[in-house]
Structure formats: C-alpha cells, structure tokens
C-alpha cells in the first residue's frame, strides 16, 4: 500500500520558519519524482516545489523562489521541505504526493498524496 505521511506544519509568525518532512512507504521510492503542493481554504492546489529521483529540484513555484527549499534522502524514503521567511499567504494545507506523469510543469500529474500538514503564518 503506498503510503506518504507528513508532518512538521505549525503555526509561526511571519518571517519564521518551518521544516516539512513526507516519510513513503509501499513503493519503489527511488523511482519517483516527489512534489510538495499546497491549498490554501477557498482556493485550487498549488504546486510548491518538485524533486526527482536523483535529488534534483526541478519546479519551483515563483512564489517560493528563494525562500523554499525541497530534498530528498533516498536511503530513509523521506523529502523534506525547509521553508524560510514565512508570509501569511504561505498559510495552507502541504500535503506531499508521487508525481505519476511530469513531462514538465504544463503537464503533469499525481497518483498519490498524503492527507496533508497544516501551515499557518499569524502574528
């Protein structure tokens, strides 16, 4: 059963930061792509940043550029998402998922999600 669990969400003030980890299992981890995405109430999913199987960070979402950071270990089934510099707009829900289809970020899809890491960014 492919499973993806997240955690490390919480509420900080704006400017903080945060560490986001998704821990896999039930699938061959080492050969897929990873992607953080993230919904705020009201809105559609975003799509965060994205990793592939080789550690190699290959979308990030403009609004993150410089402030977000995906990795992977690939011995522990693990992406983490190191998050700085944290904006109320960045309040959301986080989830992980395996990125089934990614012919590059006009085209792309996910199999797999995890239920999500609740972000909040108050002061």
């Known amino acids: 059963e492919v499973q993806l669990v997240e955690s490390g969400g919480g509420t900080v003030q704006p400017g903080g930061s945060l560490t986001l980890a998704c821990a896999a299992s039930?699938?061959?981890?080492?050969?897929?792509?990873i992607t953080w995405v993230r919904q705020a109430p009201g809105k559609g999913p975003e799509w965060v940043s994205t990793?592939?199987?080789?550690?190699?960070?290959?979308f990030t979402a403009d609004f993150v550029k410089g402030r977000f950071t995906i990795s992977r270990d690939n011995t522990k089934n693990t992406v983490s998402l190191q998050m700085n510099s944290l904006e109320p707009e960045d309040t959301a829900l986080y989830y992980c998922?395996?990125?089934?289809?990614?012919?590059?970020?006009?085209?792309?899809?996910?199999?797999?999600r995890g239920q999500g890491t609740q972000v909040t960014v108050s002061s």
């Open positions: 039930g699938f061959t981890f080492d050969n897929y792509i």
């Open positions: 998922a395996r990125v089934s289809e990614w012919l590059g970020p006009n085209r792309r899809r996910i199999d797999y």
């Open positions: 990793i592939n199987s080789s550690g190699v960070r290959i």
